[in-house]
């Protein structure tokens, strides 16, 4: 064989791998084509499905909100209670917390130490709102336990010092405690009728002043709460 033939042959040889290479190529960028089409679609779909609203939906048990220094700002959790969220200052310090207690739902407030100062929470009887000073300790009450609203003010050993109530049923009762937890006075309204009664240390009755209707009732008790002197006019 010449070499003008083998040139001629190489010649044939290279034009059919090129034929070859070439479909290859094409069937390749088909595939490409294809996968890149399907890709697409499903994330168009995707799309669509959470602009519509029908995503799933994610299920955790614990939700954590940083800020820029990777301090946490806010918690969404469950603890044995049940369900709470917790807002934190930039410090890290629990300000905020609302939770679903066993006992009823309820929010709590911190200062800026972390202590407790206010809470309103929903029980059984109705609702109720406390307020503490800075030891933790209840200084003020104020609750609506069925159907009767009531407000007490306590001392910093927790003791009450005055109670303002409204019964049901309608009489109103404004009463007065000394620091061992004793009634001393008490200031109410019964069926539209006003009295005040003073009491000894001991929680005696010593002194007591009603209307009743048109007349006035007044009378004084010795350290037995037996009456020594009473006047009606």
């Avoid at 917790?86 to 679903?100: I, K, T």
């Avoid at 029980?123 to 709102?129: F, H, S, T, W």
Wanted: net charge positive.
């Amino acid at each position: 064989m010449t070499i003008e033939e083998r040139l001629e042959n190489m010649e044939r040889e290279l034009r059919r791998v090129k034929r070859r290479n070439r479909w290859l190529l094409g069937v390749m960028l088909l595939m490409v084509g294809v996968f890149a089409i399907g890709f697409f679609e499903t994330a168009a779909s995707k799309l669509r499905a959470q602009v519509a609203g029908k995503e799933k939906e994610v299920r955790a048990n614990k939700f954590i909100l940083v800020d820029e220094r990777d301090k946490t700002r806010a918690m969404l959790d469950i603890f044995k209670e049940g369900p709470r969220l917790s807002l934190h200052d930039e410090n890290g310090e629990f300000r905020v917390l609302l939770a679903a207690f066993k006992k009823g739902p309820g929010l709590v407030l911190y200062d800026g130490d972390g202590k407790q100062r206010a809470e309103l929470a929903v029980v059984k009887d109705g609702p109720v709102l406390n307020l503490y000073d800075e030891n933790g300790k209840v200084r003020t009450g104020l609750s609506v336990i069925e159907d009767n609203p009531r407000m007490t003010l306590l001392d910093k050993n927790g003791l009450i010092r005055c109670e303002l109530a409204v019964a049901k049923e309608g009489p109103m009762m404004l009463r007065l405690f000394d620091e061992n937890g004793e009634r001393r006075a008490c200031l109410g309204i019964f069926q539209d009728d006003p009295g005040l009664t003073l009491y000894d240390k001991n929680g005696n009755l010593r002194f007591g002043l009603a209307i009743v209707g048109d007349y006035t009732n007044l009378s004084m008790h010795d350290k037995t709460g037996r009456i020594i002197w009473s006047a009606i006019k």
